[in-house]
């Protein structure tokens, strides 16, 4: 193998087990830091429950730091640029997916900071008009969502937090990369909830959060967009927006 390219390999490998570690014990760190406000509702008032450690350093810090590591060298053979867009996004979704799925709450904190991560996709590829589409799509389809699940069973069964979240996906990947994220949330939560329900874990009418479906889509497009917008292309007719 030629040295340079050798020297090229070992510094990107490098520099993702040393992005991955500091992304994956930094989530813990703040995690365990926030204001226990963040994870309340509206009038609520925290309790012993919010109070950290909320989530344990092991084995949760080497598991995203491995997790972090993978996700750097991915986004990394894609472009740099792509890299500084995409880790800080993946960093937020991870914090809200852990937030909705122990506190049944997203933070508009997070939410915010993730929105403003669409500065840097939209200087990378997107037309201005596909990240306001996707936001409206996203926030649209999440709020009919909402609105008809109350009016079929008379409670919330969707969050303001999961269309909010939707919305800013949206902005962040684009009308195609919405689209294809609901699609994978629609089918990671269907498949898990029944299985939660046909092994007696959860009951028909429990609640369970769906935020982290819908971060962890959103995750799975931004680390494998071009392979997805591939096959859209090449099957769907899709092209990326």
């Known amino acids: 193998m030629d040295l340079k390219l050798a020297a090229l390999i070992a510094a990107a490998l490098a520099a993702a087990a040393g992005s991955g570690a500091l992304a994956g014990s930094g989530a813990v760190y703040v995690f365990n830091r926030i204001p226990a406000s963040w994870l309340c509702d509206y009038g609520e008032i925290p309790d012993e429950r919010h109070l950290p450690p909320r989530i344990g350093k092991y084995p949760w810090a080497p598991l995203f730091s491995l997790v972090f590591a993978a996700a750097a060298l991915k986004a990394g053979l894609v472009s740099l640029a792509y890299s500084a867009a995409a880790l ?60 008809a699940g109350r009016l079929i069973s008379k409670r919330d069964t969707l969050g303001m937090g999961d269309v909010k979240l939707a919305a800013v996906c949206g902005l962040i990947t684009g009308l195609h990369g919405i689209i294809v994220i609901m699609a994978l949330t629609a089918l990671s939560s269907a498949a898990l909830f029944s299985l939660w329900l046909a092994s007696g874990r959860i009951k028909a009418r429990d609640e369970a959060p ?32």
């Open 88 to 147: 800080p996004a993946l960093w937020l979704l991870l914090l809200i997916g852990v937030s909705d799925r122990k506190y049944m709450i997203i933070p508009d904190q997070f939410v915010i900071m993730l929105a403003a991560t669409g500065i840097g996709f939209a200087a990378i590829g997107h037309s201005f008009l596909s990240p306001l589409l996707g936001l409206a799509a996203g926030g649209l389809v999440f709020l009919l969502m909402a609105l």
């Open 210 to 241: 769906l935020g982290p479906f819908i971060a962890g889509s959103t995750a799975v497009y931004l680390i494998f967009s071009q392979e997805i917008s591939g096959l859209a292309a090449r099957y769907v007719g899709l092209a990326p927006g």
